[in-house]
């Protein structure tokens, strides 16, 4: 399991210097997934990296490249395909950008309202079968919606990649508000934490210092919180990032975290949460810390 990824949404104005150099500490510090998108930057980001493995061509086969597709930004209208031939043609763009011959995962960005499964299924044997992609996923898909590709699919869903923090976790938050009337408790993902874990698909955890615009590490809307992931940093002898990185390591689904930070600093004070265990009692404080109560 990828306990962290380097997300790499945010390296568009990065020097192809720099991206090597975030590829090289998060290596450096037990981290090879990097996660992209074929709109990240326009395309910017996935070219940058491009160019950084054209430089050192030994990072390659010491990476894992996941990348998405399936959000359509062009000026006639915002909206979203998972059609054979649009999935084909943005992974053939993808890998031509990344300068590599194959994708290792690939992840449907969000569902689209007009999916056809067997059109997106027939999406994945292409490119399993040219040696295009070696593995699938999805992002903010549903537990019904992955059920439907599944059902169809030679090529099963390992991945799905959802938004996920102390901050912003309805999945988490539903689950232990069932059958209330309150808004925690409504089923906003149609079960998808369980749905994952049941059929062993790793929940990938995205913004996962994200609040409302910027990171609530440090903001003091969210002052309770950050008081407490102090004291447990100090506690831990770490950052608030890694505390909040532990609280969703220590969710027995076994969730990865994608870091979206291009400072490597960050990366390697954040990777240090892979040896904290926060109690119970410090989970739900943290839990509680955001303005939540349960029932
Ligand atoms: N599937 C999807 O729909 C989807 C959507 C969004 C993102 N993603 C993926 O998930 C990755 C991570 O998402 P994200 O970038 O939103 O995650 P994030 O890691 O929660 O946010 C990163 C941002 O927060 C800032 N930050 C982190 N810690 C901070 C602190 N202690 N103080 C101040 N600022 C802090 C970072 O600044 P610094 O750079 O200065 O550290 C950076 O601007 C993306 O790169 C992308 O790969 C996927």
Not at 106 to 115: Q, V
Request: aromatic share 8%; proline share 2%.
């Amino acid at each position: 399991m990828d306990t962290f990824i380097q997300g790499c949404m945010r390296i568009k104005d990065m020097s192809v210097a720099d991206v090597r150099g975030l590829i090289e500490s998060n290596l450096a510090n037990g981290i090879n997934v990097f996660d992209h998108a074929d709109i990240y930057g326009g395309g910017e980001c996935e070219s940058l990296f491009g160019k950084a493995l054209k430089e050192d061509t030994s990072l390659r086969d010491k990476i894992v490249l996941q990348t998405k597709c399936g959000i359509v930004k062009d000026l006639s209208c915002h909206r979203y395909d998972n059609s054979t031939n649009y999935i084909i043609d943005s992974v053939h763009k993808s890998l031509k950008r990344l300068c590599i011959d194959k994708i290792d995962r690939l992840l449907i960005h969000r569902p689209d309202a007009l999916m056809n499964p067997e059109e997106t299924a027939k999406a994945f044997d292409t490119l399993y079968r040219d040696g295009l992609v070696d593995k699938f996923g999805v992002s903010n898909f549903s537990a019904a919606q992955i059920a439907l590709i599944n059902e169809v699919s030679k090529q099963k869903i390992e991945f799905n990649q959802i938004r996920l923090s102390l901050t912003h976790c309805p999945a988490i938050e539903y689950g232990v508000n069932y059958n209330r009337f309150n808004s925690a408790g409504v089923n906003r993902d149609g079960g998808t934490l369980d749905y994952c874990r049941l059929n062993k698909i790793q929940v990938q955890c995205y913004s996962p210092y994200k609040g409302r615009k910027k990171s609530f590490i440090g903001d003091v809307r969210y002052y309770r919180l950050n008081k407490l992931l102090k004291e447990l940093a100090f506690k831990y002898k770490s950052s608030p990032n890694a505390i909040a990185a532990a609280w969703l390591l220590k969710h027995p689904a076994g969730l990865s975290v994608i870091n979206g930070t291009t400072r490597q600093e960050r990366v390697v004070e954040i990777a240090k949460a892979r040896d904290i265990s926060l109690t119970r009692i410090e989970w739900y404080e943290l839990y509680h810390a955001c303005g939540r109560v349960l029932p």
